[in-house]
Nanobody, 124 residues
Framework: QVQLVESGGGLVQAGGSLRLSCAASGRTFSSKAMGWFRQASGKEREFVASISWSGGSRYYADSLEGRFTISRDNSENTMYLQMNSLKPEGTTVYYC?????????????????WGQGTHVTVSS
């Protein structure tokens, strides 16, 4: 089981940027695909982005319109989500997650380890 801790959330104005980090413990990080999901109050958790074990394959939610970039540093056991041109969507919790597999995936059930989440508030 991979232990995951997110950081980097906070308050930002619409149009601004944030960079989320996910620090992982455990020796299996580099063999697992990783991902980000998000959940707004009263809504279901939704897929944001995922990255394969090597970083060579990435998937993004269509709604992001190219504004976010997922990356990872296996030497540091860390994954990142660069978020640009943020939209005024209120407060959303972003979750880091590790998959059971090495290939990037968009399916919720493929992910087995979850962080506690980091709050992102985008004001208008």
């Amino acid at each position: 089981q991979v232990q995951l801790v997110e950081s980097g959330g906070g308050l930002v104005q619409a149009g601004g940027s944030l960079r989320l980090s996910c620090a992982a413990s455990g020796r299996t990080f580099s063999s697992k695909a990783m991902g980000w999901f998000r959940q707004a109050s009263g809504k279901e958790r939704e897929f944001v982005a995922s990255i394969s074990w090597s970083g060579g394959s990435r998937y993004y939610a269509d709604s992001l319109e190219g504004r976010f970039t997922i990356s990872r540093d296996n030497s540091e056991n860390t994954m990142y989500l660069q978020m640009n041109s943020l939209k005024p969507e209120g407060t959303t919790v972003y979750y880091c997650t590790a998959a059971r597999v090495g290939q990037a995936t968009t399916f919720y059930d493929d992910f087995s380890s979850w962080g506690q989440g980091t709050h992102v508030t985008v004001s208008s």
